[in-house]
């Protein structure tokens, strides 16, 4: 199973949710988990994942991981060829390295990183960004653009940015 998780923040409350679908190119997700939980700490540039990971560990409690399993997160896993970690490279971490962990991001990260890879999906002139740990992601480039949808975007990650939302 895939799971893609994401989280939106409104007022004092974060709204995070975890689509889970069977293969990569999956027109329909599987399951839907949600959780609103109150925000535990403020924004801190430089340290996303301070806010974001805490929520995501909360939200997989109710989530029976298996071997072979698959983590996407909104965001990046690796930052830098320095070894410098996104949200993603924490999860990976607090999972104790047991799950595959992949970052599709849709912003640009300044730091050069050997481990990411530019995806340009539909007639879109503007990569996502994706980076892993556990899995080799240049085996991910085939997936991810295979991933339903004829947009940038993949359809069931558009889906879970507008659950995230509402």
């Not at 989280?7 to 999956?26: G, L, M, P, Q, R």
């Not at 700490?41 to 974001?52: I, L, N, P, T, V």
Request: hydrophobic share 35%; glycine share 8%; charged share 25%.
């Amino acid at each position: 199973m895939i799971y893609a998780f994401d989280t939106y923040y409104c007022n004092d409350v974060a709204n995070t949710i975890c689509i889970a679908f069977e293969n990569w190119n999956s027109e329909k997700e599987n399951n839907i988990f949600i959780e609103k939980t109150a925000i535990t700490s403020d924004y801190e540039s430089g340290a996303f994942y301070k806010r974001e990971l805490p929520c995501i560990m909360s939200l997989l409690k109710k989530i029976q991981l298996k071997d072979g399993d698959m983590i996407i997160v909104d965001g990046y896993v690796t930052l830098d060829d320095h070894g410098k970690i996104g949200l993603g490279g924490y999860l990976f971490e607090a999972l104790e390295q047991k799950y595959p962990v992949i970052g599709i991001a849709k912003n640009g990260f300044s730091a050069p990183d050997s481990r990411r890879r530019h995806i340009y999906r539909g007639e879109s002139k503007t990569p996502l960004f994706l980076t892993a740990m556990g899995i080799d992601v240049d085996e991910l480039v085939p997936k991810i653009k295979q991933m339903y949808g004829s947009y940038r975007i993949p359809a069931l990650l558009k889906k879970l940015d507008q659950l995230t939302r509402e």
